[in-house]
């Protein structure tokens, strides 16, 4: 059916994730208990690991994660040198600590993984897609922690509306150090492969590419296309439009080259639909109103940066109609607090606030019961405001201390959340950039990026628009600077430092515009989901899209560095 068939190449080079704090833990053997201190995503998998292969009693393994100077998916799972660290305390007697240097955290920790994406799509005259043909191949490394292919894959199945899939993931092992979780796992190369082939097919089928994609992205009917269930909410269509608007695209896109002078400019734009930021099990939490009104939330998140204990403290603030500041919350320790899952796939928004929610609405109920007593009406005609109880319509009530003075113990509340049924959670995000090229020197230089993001209704204004900031410049790092680099002949990796792996640093940063799209999710609290791994996709082929406006040199390749451009260009002279 399709009048126009496209096939392409493209490829990735392995990252590594780079976190301020590399791996380190301490571990302390005392009266036949281990407690260890980790770097940790999932404290609570670190206890069940440790106690398995020490073979002792999970209640003897406590794991505690109260700070970290972040993760990006590199600490999500038990690691031998937890192991190693636990053993050396329990045979010295003394704590142990073991730490990652710079060097070691290249070589030995995990890696976003290479991968070859070759791509053959089929359209109509008319912009329709009519088919997607993808064969994938991801190279793990010398350990397999996770099928990377198929999270390529994953991409493909759900951006766009398409009657005809075939996708092939071939994970490989390679002589190199190991594969794992990075930031929106698989979906940044499936995004930079998908939305620079797309980006080619609608200009040769004369199309502009934001109509290209506004024809062809899945619709909240459509759902995930694969498993055959519609999503839960999705503004793409709004995140398209409301990007073009903000970056100025009617105004400003133009025909590839025709910016004049050696220093050309040019638009490029990307979408993506990211099955992070959906609910996963388990999700539990706890709520203890103390008898000064003031509150503990009780839950096994680990915080990475991203502010998810500042979030969890909104979330229940707002279900008890308190103030912020009266909420302390004790996360990610496996003595204190319950399981929550790990701080990965963008899901503590929506797992572990809907269990804290319902946590706080079951402490709440114990309270209106109390108070219903003292008012002399039903607990269903009550409602709580500024740290007082009232009966609806009055204002006339009772302080929570003075509820609380009549309770037989502390109140705490319980909220195990469970997953909803017959519909997926998806986070849809459009990003619009602005590249300025030397066609003299190649070097590349973003002077604007736009993020519209719909990732339900923002909790935590703030720190979505960080993780927005956070994963965008991650994002254009993977697209224009990072690279680790082995020698074929004999294995040896090139740059594992600082020096020479090359991140992307404030002085590369350009103007980050955020725009947020808040459809209320009917699954998550107070309509969120998650936030945390969207932004990283898009920008690199947004800005490959971009580079091609400007000069006319396509790019299929990561990084994009100055070779690329002056290869590019010297290619294209001679055509």
Same mark, same amino acid.
């Given at each position: 059916?399709?009048?126009?068939?496209?096939?392409?190449?493209?490829?990735?080079?392995?990252?590594?994730?780079?976190?301020?704090?590399?791996?380190?833990?301490?571990?302390?053997?005392?009266?036949?208990?281990?407690?260890?201190?980790?770097?940790?995503?999932?404290?609570?998998?670190?206890?069940?690991?440790?106690?398995?292969?020490?073979?002792?009693?999970?209640?003897?393994?406590?794991?505690?994660?109260?700070?970290?100077?972040?993760?990006?998916?590199?600490?999500?799972?038990?690691?031998?040198?937890?192991?190693?660290?636990?053993?050396?305390?329990?045979?010295?007697?003394?704590?142990?600590?073991?730490?990652?240097?710079?060097?070691?955290?290249?070589?030995?920790?995990?890696?976003?993984?290479?991968?070859?994406?070759?791509?053959?799509?089929?359209?109509?005259?008319?912009?329709?897609?009519?088919?997607?043909?993808?064969?994938?191949?991801?190279?793990?490394?010398?350990?397999?922690?996770?099928?990377?292919?198929?999270?390529?894959?994953?991409?493909?199945?759900?951006?766009?509306?398409?009657?005809?899939?075939?996708?092939?993931?071939?994970?490989?092992?390679?002589?190199?150090?190991?594969?794992?979780?990075?930031?929106?796992?698989?979906?940044?190369?499936?995004?930079?492969?998908?939305?620079?082939?797309?980006?080619?097919?609608?200009?040769?089928?004369?199309?502009?590419?934001?109509?290209?994609?506004?024809?062809?992205?899945?619709?909240?009917?459509?759902?995930?296309?694969?498993? #055959?269930?519609?999503?839960?909410?999705?503004?793409?269509?709004?995140?398209?439009?409301?990007?073009?608007?903000?970056?100025?695209?009617?105004?400003?896109?133009?025909?590839?080259?025709?910016?004049?002078?050696?220093?050309?400019?040019?638009?490029?734009?990307?979408?993506?639909?990211?099955?992070?930021?959906?609910?996963?099990?388990?999700?539990?939490?706890?709520?203890?109103? $103390?008898?000064?009104?003031?509150?503990?939330?009780?839950?096994?998140?680990?915080?990475?940066?991203?502010?998810?204990?500042?979030?969890?403290?909104?979330?229940?603030?707002?279900?008890?109609?308190?103030?912020?500041?009266?909420?302390?919350?004790?996360?990610?320790?496996?003595? =204190?607090?319950?399981?929550?899952?790990?701080?990965?796939?963008?899901?503590?928004?929506?797992?572990?606030?809907?269990?804290?929610?319902?946590?706080?609405?079951?402490?709440?109920?114990?309270?209106?019961?109390?108070?219903?007593?003292?008012?002399?009406?039903?607990?269903?005609?009550?409602?709580?405001?500024?740290?007082?109880?009232?009966?609806?319509?009055?204002?006339?009530?009772?302080?929570?201390?003075?509820?609380?003075? #009549?309770?037989?113990?502390?109140?705490?509340?319980?909220?195990?959340?469970?997953?909803?049924?017959?519909?997926?959670?998806?986070?849809?995000?459009?990003?619009?950039?602005?590249?300025?090229?030397?066609?003299?020197?190649?070097?590349?230089?973003?002077?604007?990026?736009?993020?519209?993001?719909?990732?339900?209704?923002?909790?935590?204004?703030?720190?979505?628009? $960080?993780?927005?900031?956070?994963?965008?410049?991650?994002?254009?790092?993977?697209?224009?600077?990072?690279?680790?680099?082995?020698? $074929?002949?004999?294995?040896?990796?090139?740059?594992? $430092?600082?020096?020479?792996?090359?991140?992307?640093?404030?002085?590369?940063?350009?103007?980050?515009? =955020?725009?947020?799209?808040?459809?209320?999710?009917?699954?998550?609290?107070?309509?969120?989901?998650?936030?945390?791994?969207?932004?990283?996709?898009?920008?690199?082929?947004?800005?490959?899209?971009?580079?091609?406006?400007?000069?006319?040199?396509?790019?299929?390749?990561?990084?994009?560095?100055?070779?690329?451009?002056?290869?590019?260009?010297?290619?294209?002279?001679?055509?």
């Amino acid at each position: 059916e399709a009048d126009l068939v496209y096939e392409g190449k493209y490829s990735t080079p392995m990252l590594q994730h780079v976190s301020a704090e590399p791996r380190v833990c301490v571990a302390q053997w005392e009266r036949g208990k281990l407690t260890v201190w980790d770097s940790s995503q999932y404290t609570f998998a670190t206890q069940a690991g440790l106690a398995h292969i020490l073979k002792i009693p999970m209640s003897k393994v406590r794991v505690i994660c109260e700070f970290m100077g972040g993760g990006f998916g590199d600490k999500l799972q038990p690691e031998r040198y937890s192991v190693l660290a636990a053993i050396l305390s329990m045979k010295t007697g003394h704590p142990v600590r073991i730490e990652f240097t710079r060097e070691e955290n290249f070589l030995a920790a995990h890696h976003r993984y290479p991968t070859v994406c070759y791509l053959k799509y089929g359209a109509k005259k008319d912009g329709t897609l009519t088919a997607i043909q993808a064969k994938v191949v991801g190279d793990m490394g010398g350990y397999c922690h996770l099928d990377g292919a198929f999270d390529v894959i994953g991409t493909m199945k759900v951006v766009y509306r398409c009657p005809n899939l075939k996708g092939e993931g071939y994970t490989v092992y390679t002589n190199k150090p190991e594969g794992g979780a990075m930031r929106c796992v698989g979906h940044p190369a499936g995004d930079f492969a998908q939305e620079v082939h797309m980006d080619i097919m609608a200009e040769k089928l004369g199309l502009d590419p934001v109509d290209f994609r506004l024809k062809n992205h899945a619709v909240l009917a459509d759902g995930d296309q694969d498993r #055959k269930v519609p999503f839960s909410s999705n503004a793409m269509e709004e995140c398209i439009r409301k990007g073009a608007e903000a970056v100025g695209w009617a105004q400003q896109w133009q025909k590839p080259g025709a910016s004049p002078g050696p220093l050309k400019k040019g638009l490029g734009m990307a979408i993506h639909a990211c099955r992070h930021g959906a609910m996963f099990l388990p999700s539990t939490g706890m709520v203890k109103i $103390n008898s000064d009104g003031t509150v503990n939330v009780l839950i096994g998140t680990a915080d990475l940066g991203g502010n998810q204990k500042s979030t969890m403290a909104i979330i229940v603030a707002e279900e008890l109609g308190i103030p912020l500041q009266t909420v302390s919350v004790t996360s990610a320790d496996t003595d =204190t607090t319950l399981d929550t899952g790990s701080t990965g796939g963008s899901k503590q928004t929506i797992g572990s606030g809907n269990a804290i929610k319902l946590a706080a609405a079951d402490a709440k109920r114990q309270l209106f019961e109390i108070a219903a007593r003292e008012l002399k009406t039903e607990k269903e005609n009550l409602e709580l405001r500024s740290g007082r109880i009232y009966p609806l319509g009055s204002d006339t009530g009772i302080a929570i201390t003075d509820v609380l003075k #009549k309770a037989p113990a502390a109140i705490t509340g319980r909220g195990t959340a469970s997953l909803p049924k017959g519909m997926i959670t998806h986070c849809f995000a459009a990003h619009f950039v602005e590249v300025e090229v030397d066609t003299l020197s190649g070097k590349i230089r973003v002077l604007k990026l736009v993020a519209a993001h719909d990732a339900g209704k923002v909790i935590n204004l703030l720190g979505a628009e $960080n993780q927005i900031d956070g994963g965008a410049i991650q994002g254009m790092g993977f697209g224009l600077t990072e690279d680790q680099i082995f020698d $074929n002949a004999t294995g040896i990796c090139l740059n594992p $430092n600082l020096v020479d792996y090359k991140l992307f640093t404030m002085k590369d940063v350009p103007e980050i515009h =955020t725009v947020f799209i808040e459809p209320i999710d009917r699954h998550g609290p107070f309509g969120a989901k998650g936030i945390g791994e969207p932004p990283y996709g898009p920008p690199a082929p947004a800005i490959a899209n971009a580079i091609y406006n400007a000069i006319g040199v396509r790019i299929t390749e990561l990084p994009m560095n100055i070779r690329s451009i002056l290869e590019g260009l010297s290619k294209k002279s001679k055509a």
